[in-house]
C-alpha cells in the first residue's frame, strides 16, 4: 500500500465516520424536539396537584330597595336580576384552575349554599351554580391547568333588612383524585 492509499483510505473512513455521526446527531435532534412538540400540543406536563383561584366570584354594586331581590351570574358572566334592586359596576363568576396531570379521573365538591357577612352586620344567602358545562362532578383531566369557573344567584333583602356593605364569603372546592 503506498502513501496516497493509506491517506485516500482515511479520507473515506473519516467521512463515513462524519456522516454517522451527524446521522445519530441529527435523529437524536429530531425525535427529542418531537417529543417536546407533542408535549405542548396536548397542554400537559406533569406537576403536583393544586388548586388556585384565578378571580373572585363578584356581584358588583347592588343597591335595594323596599323589596329586595336576587342577582344571578352565570358560569359565563350573564347577568340577570329580579325584584326591587338596581345593579352597578362589573360582575364576574369564580375562576379557579386545577393543576393535575392529564388523563387523571378527578372528583370536586364543594357547599352549594354559602353565607356571606357584611362588615357592618347583616348576612346575604348566595347559592353556587353547577360547574361550567366542560366540567361534572367527576371528569378526566384533559389540559393542565383545567379551569372550573362558578356563578351563582345571591338573595338580597329589602333595605330597611340589609346593611350597605361588603359581603363576603369562602367557596371551598375540594378536590379527590380517584384514578391514579
Do not use: W
Amino acid at each position: 500500500m503506498n502513501k496516497e492509499q493509506c491517506i485516500f483510505g482515511h479520507f473515506i473512513l473519516s467521512d463515513i465516520m462524519k456522516v454517522i455521526f451527524f446521522l445519530l446527531v441529527f435523529f437524536s435532534v429530531k425525535g427529542y424536539s418531537q417529543e417536546i412538540l407533542d408535549t405542548q400540543n396536548l397542554n400537559c406536563f406533569k406537576t403536583t396537584p393544586h388548586l388556585s383561584m384565578v378571580q373572585n366570584l363578584n356581584f358588583g354594586k347592588i343597591i335595594p330597595y323596599s323589596q329586595g331581590g336576587n342577582i344571578t351570574v352565570s358560569n359565563e358572566n350573564v347577568v340577570s336580576k329580579t325584584g326591587d334592586i338596581v345593579l352597578q359596576g362589573s360582575t364576574l363568576p369564580a375562576c379557579f384552575d386545577l393543576f393535575m396531570d392529564c388523563g387523571k379521573t378527578v372528583l370536586i365538591s364543594y357547599l352549594k349554599k354559602i353565607t356571606l357577612n357584611g362588615n357592618h352586620g347583616g348576612t346575604l344567602s348566595l347559592k353556587l351554580n353547577d360547574p361550567d358545562c366542560n366540567i361534572k362532578s367527576s371528569f378526566v383531566t384533559h389540559s393542565n391547568p383545567t379551569r372550573i369557573t362558578l356563578g351563582g344567584t345571591l338573595t338580597i333583602g329589602s333595605s330597611s333588612k340589609t346593611p350597605v356593605g361588603e359581603y363576603r364569603g369562602i367557596i371551598q372546592i375540594n378536590y379527590t383524585l380517584i384514578h391514579q
